[in-house]
């Protein structure tokens, strides 16, 4: 009979133990979400017209809040913010829009406060297995999507000299289209994730 000798612990594990590199293991995803998500913003382009710059952070958003479930994304999400309101430029760069603290009651606002919520929902869905495949992927993706627009949209229509059919001519009908295209890559990026880790064992 052949005894298999359990694994020798690591320097990493038998410094920290698996309980805390556990919870170093999550703490180093969220860092990574923010980063992310703090990167995505970079890629930005302002649009004529229009103060609301197109970037790629829904797709951050949406992907690691999938990614590290509902309590972590929306964690991430909320640091991300915390970042950008403490000075870092993590945010989308704009000449138009206040820098700092001033970003998150500024025109842009509701979008950016939604990333937390919309976060925490794609979470929730995967922690339900519907980001195993690509349907239920996307619905949740969508979802996600329709917050951060909802909150957005809204929060601009509040602004002075803004309206209800501005904010819609401002944050939503030019981006609606690309963001459905990163909403349908997001929704493909995960189940094919789970098959490729399935294939590894």
């Not at 309980?19 to 995505?40: K, N, P, Q, Y």
């Amino acid at each position: 009979m052949i005894v298999q000798a359990s694994p020798a612990p690591t320097l990493l594990t038998h410094t920290v133990g698996q309980s805390d590199l556990r919870t170093l293991a999550r703490a180093t995803g969220v860092l990574i979400a923010v980063a992310l998500t703090a990167a995505a913003a970079q890629f930005s382009v302002q649009l004529p017209f229009n103060i609301v710059p197109f970037t790629l952070t829904p797709l951050a958003v949406m992907l690691t809040g999938a990614a590290l479930g509902s309590r972590l994304g929306f964690l991430a999400q909320a640091l991300y913010l915390a970042a950008g309101a403490a000075g870092l430029s993590v945010f989308a760069p704009s000449l138009a829009l206040p820098p700092g603290a001033a970003r998150l009651v500024g025109p842009t606002g509701g979008f950016l406060l939604a990333y937390p919520v919309a976060a925490f929902i794609t979470g929730w869905s995967a922690e339900r297995g519907w980001d195993r495949r690509y349907f239920t992927s996307l619905a949740s993706m969508l979802i996600g999507l329709a917050v951060i627009f909802a909150g957005g949209v809204s929060w601009l229509s509040f602004m002075p000299g803004q309206t209800l059919r501005t904010a819609l001519d401002q944050g939503f009908l030019p981006y609606i289209g690309p963001d459905l295209i990163k909403a349908a890559i997001a929704a493909k990026v995960l189940p094919l994730t789970w098959t490729l880790l399935a294939k590894d064992k």
